[in-house]
């Protein structure tokens, strides 16, 4: 045992392996900040080249790749309101914000730190807990899936709080846009007014990039003048740009929660990292004593997204190493390089070929480390982007948003799309609606649909299908318990409008 | 509180137009059909809508704000969509390189930028540096100039 782990490390701390987690980091990185290059896409290109190195090197590079990228998405949501990735799109809420008042770099930290925490943590479940996480994932059929997305859209309620109707119908929004394009059970068309190119439904990439990135500029267009955040050079030992006791205080619980979380949700296959991060970013809202501070800037918020997002870059490789089974296209296209080197993931891996699984296990906790420090030396340089006048920063970001569309797409009517969407994200920001229900709404509303339709053919038709089975049950009651949560929080907060304008009157 | 109501009229239309489409399409599959869910949703959205419209009216205590920067700043939105649907429009005709030049001149415009030599300085490296990017590291090609063959 202690040759395996020892043979493990030495071949994990080899300074090729060392050198193609770096790379593969900074690739993730930077590829997960651009919008529209996605980590899949990163990865699937970066496959071949694996073939020709070791196996545990190989894989080494499309972890460090899959982990960047992961985290990438949040450093253009934090500073310019643009997320790299959808799961990013949670971070953005408050991380923007954050910037806007002058503190990017709190917030790129602890995006950075939050990542990291729940990234180890992911490691080490994956490492001690990967076959009873298994056997829960497994339990996860199209009845849990419903009620996991029912809860996940009651937290759209938690989002909503002060508004519940725009919030609400923000949400429906998100969920009718999602059933656009081709049935996914039937195959039949639905909702495509004789437009070809809406049979695969709107592109989620076109959605958030339009949503955030093309809203904001028109938001920017109108208060043309605004100076840049900041005029001389950024440093983040100033005291704004620090993360003080306080935040960690508010941090600390929410990444403690986000955590496990996230890594029990990418350990179920098809949910994935986006959901992870809006379900742990509403979550830590709901049991937030303050949830109004949340949308303004609250590090919690970020802490919670950031966690939830990279708790899940562990955890999807347990369906594939235990059981063979790819639970997103990023474990499936890494599928081909465990298969081109001739290891067949599934329980005789571990029997079979132990030393390659440890030195796996080592090559995830030294990527983690070593993506903080990468992390940790480009913050610098990431934070110098608020000295960038928006008067050339915004017209950039336009012309990156539809490259990112294309690139994504390759479908000039999804860049048409991405423009209607941010005029769309404009007049809900003028009009006072909230734009993450949209977004949830749009992500939660297949797993819902399909959940549903699913179960009802395997109960015959049957509603008790969902109160039978225990994991199912228990997320309807915890959906039940946030809208009552809701809904008495916003009784609470109508009397209590309705006594202080008493009071003054 | 104008705004609110044209967005309730915008969204009860566009329900409309969807459940009188969804109503339409022929229903499919077992227990829960093709277009059961999608309906639901239209159906759902449509009460909202006329909600939120009931509030709007009852609530004529509430006034309509002025955007910040008056007129001219909604003049400026709007160019700065039609810029960038005419960009849209240009790429395949134009190609990357030069659309995207035109475009960012346009929108620097826009945002009030009037220092020429940092527009065109930026008009020149930005769309380059991101074809670069985009063609030669990442292997995928952007769209070319279908009007220059």
Do not use: C
Request: proline share 5%.
């Amino acid at each position: 045992m202690i040759d395996l782990v020892l043979g493990a490390f030495a071949e994990v701390l080899s300074a090729q392996t060392l050198g193609l987690i770096a790379i593969g980091l900074v690739v993730g990185i930077v590829i997960g900040a651009i919008p529209g290059l996605n980590v899949p896409l990163a990865v699937a290109i970066a496959l071949p080249i694996t073939f020709k190195l070791s196996p545990i090197g190989g894989l080494a590079m499309l972890v460090g790749i899959y982990k960047g990228g992961t985290y990438g998405g949040s450093i253009s949501a934090v500073l310019i309101n643009v997320p790299g990735t959808p799961a990013a799109a949670a971070t953005a809420l408050d991380g923007a914000p954050l910037t806007r008042q002058g503190k990017a770099g709190k917030a790129l930290r602890m995006s950075l730190y939050a990542s990291i925490i729940a990234e180890i943590l992911s490691d080490i479940a994956l490492i001690l807990f990967a076959v009873p996480i298994a056997f829960v994932a497994l339990k996860v059929g199209p009845p849990e899936t419903f009620s996991i997305g029912l809860f996940a859209l009651a937290l759209i309620g938690v989002l909503s709080e002060g508004n519940m109707l725009k919030g609400l119908m923000a949400g429906v929004l998100g969920l009718f846009l999602s059933t656009f394009g081709v049935d996914p059970l039937t195959g039949d068309f639905r909702l495509t007014f004789g437009v070809y190119e809406l049979s695969g439904g709107w592109s989620f990439i076109a959605l958030v990039i339009g949503v955030f990135a093309v809203a904001e500029a028109l938001i920017q267009v109108e208060r043309r003048g605004v100076k840049p955040i900041s005029t001389g050079k950024v440093r983040l030992s100033e005291p704004q740009h620090r993360l003080d006791r306080e935040d960690w205080r508010r941090a600390l619980p929410a990444i403690a929660r986000s955590a496990p979380i996230g890594v029990l949700i990418g350990a179920i296959p098809g949910l994935g990292a986006a959901v992870s991060a809006y379900l742990n970013y509403g979550l830590t809202r709901n049991l937030s004593k303050h949830p109004e501070r949340f949308g303004q800037g609250a590090i919690e918020g970020v802490a919670a997204a950031e966690a939830g997002n990279n708790a899940v870059t562990a955890s999807t490789f347990v369906p594939l190493l235990t059981l063979g089974v790819p639970g997103d296209v990023i474990t499936a296209i890494m599928l081909g390089a465990f298969i081109v080197h001739g290891l067949v993931p599934g329980p005789a891996l571990f029997e079979k070929e132990s030393a390659f699984v440890a030195a796996f296990f080592v090559m995830m906790i030294v990527t983690t480390l070593l993506h903080l420090v990468i992390g940790r030396i480009g913050l610098p340089l990431f934070v110098q982007t608020t000295r960038v006048s928006n008067k050339l920063l915004f017209p950039a970001i336009m012309v990156l948003s539809v490259t990112g569309v294309f690139v994504a797409t390759n479908s000039f009517f999804d860049i048409f799309a991405m423009l209607g969407f941010g005029v769309l994200g404009y007049v809900m920001v003028k009009s006072g609606f909230p734009v993450a229900p949209l977004l949830i709404g749009f992500i939660l509303g297949p797993l819902i649909e399909v959940g549903l339709r699913q179960s009802m053919i395997m109960s015959r038709g049957g509603l008790d299908i969902f109160f039978t089975r225990p994991i199912s049950a228990v997320f309807l009651a915890l959906a039940a318990l946030t809208v009552l949560t809701v809904a008495w929080r916003e009784r609470r907060a109508a009397r209590r409008s309705r006594a202080s304008d008493g009071d003054s009157g | 509180m104008v705004r609110d109501a044209w967005v309730a009229l915008a969204v009860a239309a566009a329900s409309t137009v969807s459940l009188w489409d969804l109503w339409r399409t022929p229903a499919t599959g077992a227990f829960v059909k093709t277009t059961t869910f999608p309906m639901a949703l239209a159906a759902l959205m449509l009460v909202l809508a006329l909600v939120l419209l009931g509030a709007t009216l009852r609530d004529r205590a509430r006034r309509a704000r002025p955007a910040p920067g008056g007129s001219g700043a909604t003049v400026r939105v709007m160019l700065l969509v039609a810029f960038t649907a005419l960009y849209i429009g240009a790429l395949p005709w134009l190609g990357y390189l030069v659309s995207s030049a035109v475009y960012f001149g346009a929108a620097s415009l826009a945002f009030g930028n009037r220092d020429a030599l940092s527009i065109v300085i930026a008009m020149i490296v930005v769309p380059l540096a991101l074809m670069l990017f985009f063609e030669k590291y990442m292997i995928v090609l952007l769209p070319s100039a279908g009007l220059f063959g």
